[in-house]
């Protein structure tokens, strides 16, 4: 891969991390309302509650999944990084 093939799939890379990022924190903010609206809930409404509290387990679990592939980007990341920086090193001894 040229130096400007792995310096535009860095960009690409960068942009998909980022927004898994917001994604990450979407579902934080939903989690975080739900177990509000949970708590407030359950006094009054025990099944709310408890529907809550399975809506609550899907996030999790899509926040996983969303972990999961934070950490295949991020090691695809590292990966083009160091080929792009290892063709950058090649072209400048071919310079000098």
């Given at each position: 891969m040229g130096i400007a093939a792995s310096q535009a799939?860095?960009?690409m890379i960068?942009?998909?991390?980022?927004d898994l990022?917001?994604?990450m924190q979407m579902i934080?903010?939903?989690r975080t309302v739900l177990a509000y609206q949970?708590?407030?809930a359950a006094?009054?409404?025990p099944e709310l509650a408890a529907q809550y509290h399975v809506l609550d387990k899907k996030?999790?679990?899509e926040m996983k999944t969303l972990e999961t592939q934070q950490k295949m980007v991020s090691t695809e990341y590292?990966?083009?990084k160091k080929i792009l920086d290892d063709n950058i090193t090649k072209s400048m001894k071919y310079l000098s």
């Open positions: 799939r860095l960009m960068v942009g998909y991390k980022s990022e917001f994604a934080a903010q939903k949970a708590q407030a006094e009054n409404y996030l999790d679990a590292d990966s083009v």
